[in-house]
């Protein structure tokens, strides 16, 4: 049974930094896609990042680019979000995600298969 959890959410103040891990267990994210999302409420759920092993290439939302990144640790199977500079606006729910799909869209959560129980950020002073 394929399970994915996340961990390391929490408060941060504007402009500090969080980094978001999510442990997979009966899978191997080593071959598969991995992705973040996050969501507010009332409004529906958005991509944040996503790392297609497929085809090498690691997509961000515009809202974060240059200050998220996504990245692997194929040793412990987890994957990672570093999130830096982070402002109120960053403030959610936080999902990770894999899928069976070669190269699902990146931003489309239809193409996602294995989903994490969320995890809280909040960021604000």
């Known amino acids: 049974q394929v399970k994915v959890v996340e961990s390391g959410g929490g408060l941060a103040q504007p402009g500090g930094s969080l980094r978001l891990s999510c442990a997979a267990s009966g899978y191997s994210l080593k071959y598969y896609a991995i992705g973040w999302f996050r969501q507010v409420p009332g409004k529906e759920r958005e991509g944040v990042s996503c790392d297609i092993e497929y085809d090498g290439r690691t997509y961000y939302a515009d809202s974060v680019k240059g200050r998220f990144t996504i990245f692997r640790d194929d040793d412990n199977n987890t994957m990672n979000l570093q999130m830096d500079d982070l402002a109120p606006a960053d403030t959610a729910v936080y999902y990770c995600?894999?899928?069976?799909?070669?190269?699902?869209?990146?931003?489309?959560?239809?193409?996602?298969?294995?989903w994490g129980q969320g995890i809280q950020v909040t960021v604000s002073s």
């Open positions: 995600a894999t899928s069976l799909r070669e190269q699902p869209e990146c931003f489309n959560l239809q193409g996602w298969d294995f």
